[in-house]
């Protein structure tokens, strides 16, 4: 049931949905942003803790299993729990095929459905807490107030080369790492060699 200040906003937003325009925005962007903020949360160990140890499902050939904060291993948890019960919702009563349990394509499916989710009685729960996981997920994965940039495709192979820039006191460096592949990384001081590879590929050309 809607709490008085929902009904509210309900009817600020008109055209039949329960937020405004800007929430379902912000809700869309929230959901472009979680895969990698899902991923830069894998990276994060937080010192004095006792970090757990995951085992990618992602492609990486590594057998090694990979270190992370409670904090961050809690935060991933949530955020898969929270995008299934909301693509559960709308795959049940849109009579839809649910999408498989993965990040992305849990947030693909929302986001196709984000303008039918915005005039759901219960869109403003929806946007709120997306917005609480994205805003958790940033925390952890940068603490000190790093973040990512796309930088290009990735000469190696089909995914996405996003720079992680960290502050001089991260005890982790800056490089630039492929979103689909993560063993694909390349730190600051192989930058040269990474943007001569690309401009290789661009060229269609085939990578050393």
């Known amino acids: 049931m809607l709490n008085k200040e929902k009904e509210k906003k309900a009817r600020r937003a008109g055209d039949g949905c329960f ?55 809690e935060t991933r948890a949530a955020i898969r729990t929270v995008l299934a019960s909301w693509a559960s919702l709308v795959a049940e009563e849109r009579r839809l095929k649910p999408p498989a349990r993965n990040i992305r394509a849990l947030t693909r499916f929302l986001s196709l459905h984000a ?44 995914g996405e080369l996003v720079v992680l820039m960290r502050h001089r006191d991260d005890p982790l460096p800056s490089e630039i790492v492929c979103t689909t592949a993560p063993d694909h990384s390349w730190p600051a001081t192989r930058w040269a060699t990474l943007a001569r590879r690309m401009k290789e590929s661009q060229r269609g050309g085939q990578c050393p």
Not at 63 to 72: F, G, I, R, T, W
């Open 19 to 73: 937020v405004c325009a800007a929430c379902s925005d912000r809700l869309i962007g929230d959901l472009r942003n979680l895969p990698a903020l899902y991923d830069d949360c894998m990276i994060r160990t937080d010192p004095g803790t006792t970090p757990s140890r995951v085992i990618r499902n992602g492609p990486r050939k590594s057998s090694a299993a990979d270190l992370m904060s409670p904090a961050a291993t």
């Open 115 to 158: 303008a039918w989710l915005a005039c759901h009685p219960a869109a403003g729960e929806v946007v709120d807490e997306i917005g609480d996981l994205t805003r958790s997920a940033r925390k952890i994965a940068y603490p000190n107030g790093a973040g990512r940039v796309r930088v290009g495709d990735c000469p190696a192979c089909n």
